[in-house]
């Protein structure tokens, strides 16, 4: 007989992510529970956990564990380049507009990967803003701190990112940023000098200052709709005057009178400029 996979009920989730939220003060509580349950099934079929139970002793026992579970069950950005339209709307329509600023700071809040990050510094240096752009990268995992910093892929993975980069740029070649490492290709290390990456909160801990763009994509499709506001009310107050937030094709700024903050710079690609005032 094979191994009888996990199948958790609701009141499961919700009382791992109670549990959670009291020991390890990170709250998934507002997240679509559906989304949460696939996720945390998987993860303790690959550990051959029986019970919610059995899981939350190894998360006491091992920091570590835990902190392989977050990443586990948060969604990663998973190719550099994709949604090349997007790419080509944020360095077209709103990167130039900052090539006189003498400083310019963005953030990427909850990264769980660093594909964003790496598409956003091979742009910054194309258009000569590298040196003068602060970038802040937040995380709710130790370990996908690690990830980033590494900036490697297998071949099999870059070959998918060269592929997206042909469709941002055409006679664009997207492995002159890399060196070539054995089988791996590693993201020129040059690139990472003005890159701050830390364990963050976005919803417990005080935002990291005040940023001229954000980008927030795709982020908030697990959330509940209470959690969206929270989320975009929270990262406006870190968007300078006149600064931008971008949050995904398939995403909107949902929360009461966001009209009075924003104006719509890019439907189609839904970017967004916070309003002088």
Not at 110 to 129: A, F, H, P
Not at 256 to 264: I, R
């Amino acid at each position: 007989m094979g191994i009888k996979k996990v199948i958790l009920g609701i009141s499961d989730i919700k009382n791992l992510f109670q549990s959670v939220k009291a020991k390890f003060s990170v709250d998934f509580q507002n997240y679509a529970l559906s989304s949460l349950k696939r996720r945390v099934e998987k993860f303790m079929n690959n550990y051959f956990l029986s019970n919610i139970d059995e899981l939350i002793i190894r998360f006491e026992k091992d920091r570590s564990f835990f902190e392989m579970f977050i990443k586990s069950i948060l969604v990663n950005e998973t190719e550099m380049f994709r949604d090349p339209e997007f790419w080509f709307e944020l360095k077209n329509v709103v990167l130039k507009k900052y090539r006189y600023a003498t400083e310019i700071k963005i953030w990427l809040p909850e990264t769980n990967s660093g594909d964003e990050l790496y598409s956003l510094q091979i742009i910054l240096e194309q258009l000569n803003l590298a040196e003068k752009t602060s970038i802040y990268i937040s995380t709710l995992s130790e370990l996908n701190i690690t990830v980033i910093e590494a900036a490697s892929f297998d071949q099999k993975k870059m070959e998918i990112n060269v592929a997206n980069f042909e469709r941002f740029e055409e006679d664009g070649n997207l492995e002159e940023y890399f060196l070539k490492q054995g089988n791996l290709s590693k993201l020129n290390t040059e690139f990472n000098s003005k890159v701050t990456i830390e364990k963050h909160n976005l919803f417990t801990n005080e935002n990291p200052g005040v940023f001229d763009i954000v980008l927030y994509r795709n982020k908030m499709l697990y959330f509940n709709p209470q959690l969206r506001i929270d989320a975009l009310k929270n990262l406006t107050t870190s968007i300078r005057p006149g600064g931008y937030i971008a949050v995904g094709i398939k995403e909107s700024l949902d929360y009461p009178l966001w009209e009075n903050d924003y104006t719509v710079l890019s439907e189609s690609e839904r970017i967004f400029k916070k309003i002088l005032k």
